[in-house]
């Protein structure tokens, strides 16, 4: 079975803070993406990598970076955590053009 | 830009009632749509579709695509508390290096014993 972890299940930090959300994932996936879910909005992405050291924006990449040093780990940082930064997190991986993603299990952050 | 437009945004239901789930797209380089069932952790997988017309079935779910009229829905008869949670419809568009999913904002179904 593919598992996609995030460190964290739960969150909090305060304004202004630096936040880093770690995923990994076993199965040898090029692709990996980083999603926020918000209620009414559904899943926006915010950045993907089809590559180790490779990135790409999605739609709401603003306050946003990552990084990709390892094929199994993708991270998400918040260089300076905002409120409207509260959210949910979730992390997806998949193969080389396969259409299904297959998620991590989310990381709720308050960001106080 | 690409649009993905789910309805309801929830329904409140009994056991043993059937539900109809929708959504409507409209994006470029439409390659396929997708069906997810989200509880308190990670969305699972559910149905791909491509081919209009085909229906997918797994035991109590079903879903069906009309790429003419672009939209999907999803069937759940007979439904079980255990079917309370948010339905997630993606559609898969070609856009850059990497295949991405166009999410809908979710319809959250709860279901009443």
């Known amino acids: 079975d593919v598992k996609v972890t995030q460190s964290s299940r739960y969150l909090v930090k305060r304004t202004g803070e630096k936040v880093f959300l770690e995923c990994v994932q076993d199965?040898?996936?090029?692709?990996m993406f980083w999603y926020r879910q918000d209620p009414g909005l559904g899943l926006r992405l915010i950045y993907f990598?089809?590559?180790?050291?490779?990135?790409e924006k999605g739609d709401i990449p603003e306050g946003y970076s990552v990084s990709r040093e390892k094929k199994e780990r993708f991270s998400l940082i918040l260089e300076s955590a905002s409120t409207n930064q509260t959210s949910m997190y979730l992390c997806?991986?998949?193969?080389?053009?396969?259409?299904?993603?297959?998620f991590g299990p989310g990381t709720r952050l308050l960001v106080l | 830009e690409d649009k993905v437009v789910q309805s309801p945004l929830s329904l409140v239901v009994h056991e043993g009632d059937t539900v109809t789930l929708n959504c409507s797209y409209e994006?470029?380089?439409?390659?396929?749509l997708l069906w997810y069932k989200q509880e308190k952790k990670a969305p699972t997988f559910l149905f791909m579709l491509?081919?209009?017309?085909i229906e997918k079935k797994s035991g109590r779910l079903s879903s069906i695509l009309d790429k003419k009229e672009l939209f999907s829905i999803l069937n759940i008869t007979a439904t079980q508390t255990g079917d309370s949670a948010i339905y997630l419809c993606?559609?898969?568009?070609?856009?850059?290096?990497?295949?991405?999913?166009?999410f809908g904002s979710g319809t959250q179904l709860t279901v009443l014993p």
């Open positions: 997806a991986s998949n193969r080389g053009h396969q259409e299904t993603q297959y």
């Open positions: 994006v470029t380089n439409f390659r396929s």
């Open positions: 990598s089809y590559d180790v050291k490779m990135k």
């Open positions: 993606a559609v898969g568009v070609s856009s850059g290096s990497a295949r991405q999913l166009t």
């Open positions: 199965m040898d996936h090029e692709n």
């Open positions: 491509t081919s209009s017309g």
